[in-house]
Antibody, heavy 115, light 106 residues
Framework: QVQLVESGGGVVQPGRSLRLSCAASGFTFSSYGMHWVRQAPGKGLEWVAVLWFDGSEKYYADSVKGRFTISRDISKSTLYLQMNSLRAEDTAVYYC????????WGQGTLVTVSS | SYALTQPPSVSVSPGQTASVTCSGDKLGDRYTCWYQQKPGQSPVLLIYQDTKRPSGIPERFSGSNSGNTATLTISGTQALDEADYYCQAWDSSTVVFGGGTKLTVL
């Protein structure tokens, strides 16, 4: 069965960096586009980034462009989100999700940006 | 940038039909997906490509999309359908979510 497991969240000071991971299993990871989506406490879903199924394209929300980088390691079936220059407004649960219709989601990992 | 607008809340009596709308400019020209999220849980895909249900999603959930509005319809609403509902569409190569609608079953 398809599983997505996020990790790497935690408490980080403003301006610092953090890398999130999403370990995928139960499907051919290299054949699917993958997304990061976040949800601030008590708020709605906000799309963050997408990596094309063939790795050829990456797109970002304006709110994270230039600070966040999405990547993957096919050999490890793992998706990453490198987050630099973190701000208080980046505080959220971060989910990875599969494919253009977000058919599977992980359980999320909480990132708290606070001094 | 493209925006999707949902009503913040919708109320429905058990057994009745609930409709959750999602509005956007010429939304009918794009595919829309719908997600259900219960407190403390990850979102679940309910509807994709406007009208299609993934396996395991009950038939009481249905979708439509025309003009500027997509609609999620829940027939015979049950107490367990109380949740937040989000619509989603693609804008060129980026993704947009609606602000979410809290469905209350009372």
């Amino acid at each position: 069965q398809v599983q997505l497991v996020e990790s790497g969240g935690g408490v980080v000071q403003p301006g610092r960096s953090l890398r999130l991971s999403c370990a995928a299993s139960g499907f051919t990871f290299s054949s699917y586009g993958m997304h990061w989506v976040r949800q601030a406490p008590g708020k709605g879903l906000e799309w963050v980034a997408v990596l094309w199924f063939d790795g050829s394209e990456k797109y970002y929300a304006d709110s994270v462009k230039g600070r966040f980088t999405i990547s993957r390691d096919i050999s490890k079936s793992t998706l990453y989100l490198q987050m630099n220059s973190l701000r208080a407004e980046d505080t959220a649960v971060y989910y990875c999700a599969r494919q253009s219709s977000f058919d599977y989601w992980g359980q999320g990992t909480l990132v708290t940006v606070s001094s | 940038s493209y925006a999707l607008t949902q009503p913040p809340s919708v109320s429905v009596s058990p057994g009745q039909t609930a409709s959750v709308t999602c509005s956007g400019d010429k939304l009918g020209d794009r595919y829309t997906c719908w997600y259900q999220q219960k407190p403390g849980q990850s979102p679940v895909l309910l509807i994709y490509q406007d009208t299609k249900r993934p396996s395991g999603i009950p038939e009481r959930f249905s979708g439509s999309n025309s003009g500027n509005t997509a609609t999620l319809t829940i027939s015979g609403t049950q107490a367990l359908d109380e949740a937040d509902y989000y619509c989603q569409a693609w804008d060129s190569s980026t993704v947009v979510f609606g602000g979410g609608t809290k469905l209350t079953v009372l």
